[in-house]
């Protein structure tokens, strides 16, 4: 993935897991499937930002706590993948720790709080193949295909797909994009999902765009 502070704001790498639990779970990271680096602020999280306490404190109470999803699926496709805590370091979403497994990103919206919700997976893995989101690749996901979130409190969100987008990382997936059309505050329950798409560049380890789905709760 790449970072939101440059243009190409979503190139991925591959890169070396040396963690023996992740290695456990997931082998090596993929052939790259990075994420939207996006600026944490009020349009993404939905919190005003810090002007004075007392103001801090009627942001805060005014957004709901929301809860933590634990896992993934999609019906159709008969997947149903476990969801890990997805870090963002300076401004980049961390890519997956491996092929079977969905990355959540805390700060862009819990279940529950009437946002949205990223996730990210690999569409494959150099050691595997085709990995957890290749169906959104491979056939793809049309709209009104069902896609579910099981919550740590053991709620179930369900949601359909409204739209499925593909990016040219270099020429169309700006900053500007990134922060209105794909980690945006929406205002009701929502979740997106980032995986790879388009050409594979073998020289990079990388795709050279990015497949975007919205889904809204149903």
Not at 64 to 81: E, K, M, N, R, T
Not at 100 to 112: E, M, P, T
Request: glycine share 10%; proline share 7%.
């Amino acid at each position: 993935m790449s970072t939101i502070y440059a243009p190409r704001a979503i190139v991925s790498r591959a890169q070396e897991d040396t963690d023996a639990e992740s290695v456990a779970l997931s082998e090596v990271p993929s052939t790259g499937a990075a994420r939207p680096g996006p600026i944490l602020n009020s349009v993404t999280t939905g919190i005003a930002p810090v002007v004075a306490e007392a103001e801090v404190e009627v942001a805060e109470a005014e957004v709901p706590v929301g809860v933590a999803p634990l896992s993934f699926q999609i019906p159709d496709f008969g997947v149903d993948a476990p969801i890990e805590l997805g870090a963002i370091t300076d401004g980049v979403m961390g890519d997956p720790s491996g092929p079977w497994v969905i990355a959540w990103y805390n700060d862009l919206g819990r279940l529950g709080q009437g946002t949205n919700v990223v996730v990210s997976g690999h569409v494959d893995y150099y050691t595997v193949g085709p990995a957890v989101l290749w169906s959104i690749k491979e056939p793809g996901l049309a709209p009104g295909s069902l896609i579910s979130m099981t919550g740590e409190d053991g709620s179930v969100f369900q949601y359909a797909v409204e739209w499925s987008q593909q990016f040219h990382v270099a020429t169309e997936l700006t900053p500007d994009v990134i922060q209105n059309d794909i980690v945006n505050h929406t205002g009701f329950e929502a979740l997106t999902i980032v995986t790879c798409g388009g050409e594979f560049d073998p020289s990079t380890g990388s795709y050279l765009s990015r497949i975007i789905v919205r889904a809204n709760q149903i």
